[in-house]
């Protein structure tokens, strides 16, 4: 079984920036595909960015040139850096594991007050 641990999570100011972490369990973190996910109140649950078992990265347009996403294979982690961060990034973000299936974790609130 796969747990995803996020962290990272708070308020900011507009303009500011804030680091997300997720550390994955288990063997398999190295061979699949992890992404961070967001949802607003009222809001469907969306794509921020993704990256590859191989490294490629992709992002929604509303973040790209703001945030990155990168990953660690030896440490299990995928981060989220996050700058120029907007009130519209305002949001629950999870942190996903995708291979043979879809693992989430509980989710890390991100405030940013204008």
């Known amino acids: 079984q796969v747990q995803l641990v996020e962290s990272g999570g708070g308020l900011v100011q507009a303009g500011g920036s804030l680091r997300l972490s997720c550390v994955a369990s288990?063997?398999?973190?190295?061979?699949?595909?992890m992404g961070w996910y967001r949802q607003a109140p009222g809001k469907q649950r969306e794509l921020v960015a993704g990256v590859s078992r191989d490294g490629v990265s992709n992002y929604a347009d509303s973040v790209k040139g703001r945030f990155t996403i990168s990953r660690d294979n030896a440490k299990n982690t995928v981060y989220l850096q996050m700058n120029s961060l907007k009130s519209e990034d305002t949001a629950v973000y999870y942190c996903?594991?995708?291979?043979?299936?879809?693992?989430w974790g509980q989710g890390t609130q991100v405030t940013v007050s204008s």
């Open positions: 996903n594991l995708h291979l043979w299936g879809d693992y």
């Open positions: 288990g063997s398999i973190f190295s061979i699949s595909a």
